[in-house]
């Protein structure tokens, strides 16, 4: 029997390879330019990713803490590197502040990134 840390960490890394050749394919298209949606997906992935890490790094495969507090503390990991990822598309140059749909644009990545951080949780919580 595979234990539950193993079983997130495969999962982690299927998860992160969909992520890169759908991050690598998009740029490589410039899809993340001409078509505003695409994005979401990534994020809503990227966002599971950060979940079951998060998962993993916040001990709560073994720690005993309430339901509320795990939440909490996953989807602040999961937005914090979310913003820092928002902070690298504005350093890189593949977004602008001083585009029109900016702040759009970023609320629904953080709200893709929650999205899909709660579903990995709810995943698990279903499954203890």
């Known amino acids: 029997m595979i234990s539950k840390r193993k079983f997130i960490l495969i999962l982690t890394l299927a998860f992160s390879s969909i992520l890169l050749v759908s991050f ?15 994005d979401v997906p990534n994020h809503f992935l990227g966002g599971l990713i950060l979940g079951l890490v998060g998962f993993l790094v916040l001990g709560h495969h073994t720690r005993k803490i309430s339901p509320r507090k ?35 644009d970023t609320i629904g990545d953080f709200i893709a990134d929650a999205l899909g951080a709660l579903a990995g949780y709810y995943y698990f919580l279903k499954e203890n």
């Open 70 to 104: 795990k939440v909490t503390e996953l989807l602040v990991f999961t937005l914090v590197i979310g913003g820092l990822w928002e902070v690298y598309e504005e350093v890189a140059g593949l977004t602008s502040l001083s585009d029109s749909v900016y702040w759009i």
């Open 24 to 38: 690598l394919f998009t740029t490589k298209l410039h899809l993340f330019w001409s078509t505003p949606w695409i």
